[in-house]
């Protein structure tokens, strides 16, 4: 936490390294800066290029050291691909190589902007920022000894004279990056001491941060109450007690006084499967299944924390799923809060179950526009790889927002069908409805199906972010660690920035 963010001139401030971004050739080194870089550097980097030592490709970093020839003791040629091609994207991953190049000394980095780049200098200094910062997170938070763990960037400074909208986009873009991260801590937490207790005094702890963020938990004896049977039912089988955690954002001027976002996160803190257990191998990652909780939780401390004039809820349904005497079996029919019951054919579909709840109860409590974030099936991983989330809505406008905002935030998102012939998937025998099939057909439209039985009036869209949620190796681009990846927290704050 706390990466101090400069405008200033190259030259006039101080860094331990210059970081100059350099394309391609034919036009390695287009902006200005970087040709008086090179001057200065009597031609180095243009030999590299030409050598081949240096190509230009997205994700490479090369750190030369200095001899005074400029004011900061190293320089790293960072590659972003071929110039015209340039986005958000590409220099977030700049950012990134370039904080895993100097990941031994950490300290300051000054990024040389570019005019002739074919994004604004704002998007430049967003994007560098973001990646900087998320390249330079470490999940290795339990490791004992201080030199395994690489360090982060402390300091950036964007070189250029200073202009309002840069500094209001670099400011943003660290706010925005630094909750990613801690979202990825959050996903990163062994479920030994990250349980739905130990979640719900992280919100807590949250929204004691800021003026007009409040949280309100609710233990097993509220769940019963409020007839939350799917929920109940879910963290039967572990002594780690469930909770629904319940964020609200209640800005002093809002935007549209009428319009309250609704932002739901599956938070099963570790998902074993229950009854229905899963094979041995990989499930050490199912501590990762509260990654959409983790990005709800901390997409709202992004939007308290930009003093968004957006009014917004967050309901993480925590819980944690574990074969036992008490747990919920394969034949049990459960009622949910709003009414409907439902046969459980598999204890490991237990996401939707605790949404189902969850969902409801932003509603309830006012939430005119809904968003749910969840790990919730295995399927849209295999489907869509560890680069895009899966999304259905009920709205069309609704859905388009949320893929501009993931566009642009770089949580990525991509629209599927909600058609209402796919209802049958769910049909039951005995109750209103199952939680699983076992037809082994669409999956995730299945779940998606599920979800739209207790969304309520208004639109209300689901992000199946099994795949980039959480990492079994890195991706290559500014996501470099294997882990949390904080999804959703970009996306949220860019989407409700839309709102306001
Ligand atoms: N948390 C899992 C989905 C998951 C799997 C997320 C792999 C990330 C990586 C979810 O609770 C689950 O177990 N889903 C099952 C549903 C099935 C039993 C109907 C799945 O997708 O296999
Ligand atoms: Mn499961
Ligand atoms: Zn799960």
């Not at 200033?8 to 287009?30: I, M, N, S, Y």
């Not at 007009?212 to 929920?231: K, Q, S, V």
């Not at 927290?489 to 989407?495: G, K, N, P, T």
Request: charged share 25%.
């Amino acid at each position: 936490m706390g990466v101090t963010i400069e405008i200033g001139l190259p030259g006039q401030t101080e860094a331990d390294a210059l970081a100059v971004p350099v394309a391609r050739p034919p036009h390695g080194l287009g902006g200005e800066g970087g040709r008086i870089v090179d001057e200065k550097l009597r031609g180095r980097l243009a030999r590299l290029t030409s050598s081949g030592e240096l190509r230009g490709d997205p994700g490479e970093a090369l750190v030369l050291h200095l001899d005074g020839e400029l004011e900061t003791p190293r320089v790293v040629a960072v590659g972003i691909g071929d110039r015209d091609r340039v986005d958000l994207d590409v220099l977030r991953t700049a950012g990134a190589a370039a904080a895993e190049a100097l990941s031994r000394i950490g300290g300051t980095v000054c990024w040389l902007l570019d005019e002739t780049l074919p994004l604004s200098l704002a998007d430049q200094a967003r994007a560098l920022v973001e990646g900087t910062i998320l390249g330079g997170y470490s999940p290795g938070l339990w490791k004992t000894q201080d030199d395994r763990r690489p360090r982060a960037i402390e300091r950036i400074v964007l070189g250029h004279f200073d202009t309002q909208e840069l500094r209001e986009a670099a400011d943003r873009a660290a706010v925005v990056a630094e909750r990613t991260n801690r979202a990825r801590d959050l996903a990163n937490m062994p479920p030994n001491e990250l349980y739905p207790a130990s979640l719900a005094e992280h919100a807590v702890e949250l929204a004691g941060e800021h003026e007009h963020l409040t949280a309100e938990i609710l233990g097993p004896g509220e769940i019963d109450a409020l007839g939350m049977g799917a929920l109940a039912a879910v963290g039967a089988g572990s002594r780690n007690e469930s909770r629904l955690i319940v964020l609200r954002y209640e800005p002093p001027a809002p935007t549209r006084p009428d319009l309250v976002l609704g932002l739901v996160g599956k938070a099963i803190t570790f998902d074993s499967g229950g009854l229905s257990l899963k094979p041995g191998a990989h499930m050490e990652d199912m501590k990762g299944d509260m990654a959409g909780g983790a990005g709800a939780l901390h997409g709202m401390g992004a939007v308290a924390a930009l003093g968004l004039p957006v009014r917004a809820i967050a309901v993480l349904a925590a819980a944690e799923n574990l074969p036992d005497g008490n747990a919920f079996r394969p034949g049990d029919i459960l009622r949910a809060a709003n009414g409907k019951t439902i046969e459980i054919i598999n204890t490991d579909a237990e996401g939707r179950l605790v949404l189902a709840d969850a969902l409801w109860y932003a509603r309830r409590e006012g939430a005119t526009h809904v968003l749910d974030v969840a790990t919730l099936t295995g399927a849209m991983e295999l489907a869509l790889g560890d680069l895009y989330a899966g999304l259905f809505a009920n709205d069309v406008e609704w859905r388009d927002r949320i893929v501009a905002a993931g566009e642009r935030s770089g949580d990525l998102v991509w629209p599927f069908p909600l058609h209402q012939r796919y209802r049958r998937y769910v049909d039951s025998t005995y109750a209103d409805m199952k939680n699983a099939s076992l037809l082994r057909q669409g999956s995730p439209v299945l779940a998606a199906k599920f979800l739209e039985e207790f969304a309520g009036e208004g639109p209300w869209a689901h992000i199946d972010m099994a795949g980039p949620g959480f990492f079994e190796r890195s991706r290559g681009d500014y996501l470099r660690v294997p882990g949390g990846t904080g999804y959703g927290v970009r996306l949220i704050a860019e989407l409700a920035a839309g709102l306001a």
